[in-house]
């Protein structure tokens, strides 16, 4: 069985202030892990996602993630939030085609 | 073109009537996939197509019923729905189905009374 966490509901920042919103898995195998956002009334954006190789993955908007294996972490950051970063994060894994999303993160970004 | 689309973006129906939903992409992409997202919540996976084969159905209610007509398109059709099923409903594509990002349709809003 695979399983996403994300143990944050809400993470609320001021606006230039770093973010991370924090993400953890479990899976038997190797994971293949996403970060996807959402704004409201619309689909789902991807931002960017780990395969294999360098454990600081760069992705959209100036999102980057760290894979961490021994504590079995993602966790999404970006140096400086922007009012326009609030929005539904979900992280998600995919194994054997399947995928499997953490309940979702609401960020808040305060000017 | 980098874009899933989806057709209606609303749709209110009885228990008692069968719709479709309908889902495209021209991206080539060879996976094709159905989610159920209640307000705030996670997608739920409901059906996952490989070319155009159904590769993955989790369980889904009968009276849902998904139709890959051909690499570009995907259905969902629809009948006897309980308002329970009142959902967003999301199709996704990605390259291939295992290792590749989902890029996500806009959803049908879709309200049974």
């Known amino acids: 069985a695979q399983s996403v966490a994300q143990p944050e509901d809400q993470v609320n920042v001021a606006e230039g202030n770093p973010l991370t919103v924090k993400c953890t898995y479990s899976?038997?195998?190797?994971?293949?892990l996403f970060w996807y956002v959402q704004y409201p009334n619309r689909g789902l954006q991807f931002l960017l996602k780990?395969?294999?190789?360098?454990?600081l993955v760069k992705g959209s908007y100036g999102f980057e993630a760290e894979f961490n294996k021994s504590q079995t972490s993602f966790h999404l950051k970006k140096p400086t939030a922007l009012v326009s970063d609030s929005a539904l994060y979900f992280c998600?894994?995919?194994?054997?085609?399947?995928?499997?999303f953490g309940d979702g993160t609401t960020l808040t970004v305060k000017p | 073109d980098t874009e899933v689309t989806q057709t209606p973006k609303h749709l209110v129906m009885g228990m008692t009537n069968k719709k479709s939903l309908k889902c495209e992409q021209h991206?080539?992409?060879?996976?094709m996939y159905w989610y159920k997202q209640k307000a705030k919540k996670p997608p739920e996976l409901m059906f996952v197509?490989?070319?155009?084969?159904?590769?993955i159905n989790e369980s889904v209610p009968s009276r849902f019923s998904p139709e890959c007509p051909n690499s570009s398109l995907l259905n969902l059709h629809l009948h006897a729905l309980q308002p329970e099923d009142s959902a967003l409903y999301l199709c996704?594509?990605?390259?291939?189905?295992?290792?590749?990002?989902?890029?996500f349709g806009p959803g049908t809003r879709l309200t049974v009374l």
């Open positions: 780990y395969i294999t190789g360098d454990n």
């Open positions: 998600a894994l995919t194994n054997a085609g399947k995928s499997t």
């Open positions: 197509y490989s070319y155009e084969k159904l590769s």
């Open positions: 991206m080539g992409h060879r996976a």
């Open positions: 996704a594509s990605s390259q291939e189905l295992r290792r590749n990002e989902q890029f």
């Open positions: 899976v038997s195998g190797n994971p293949y």
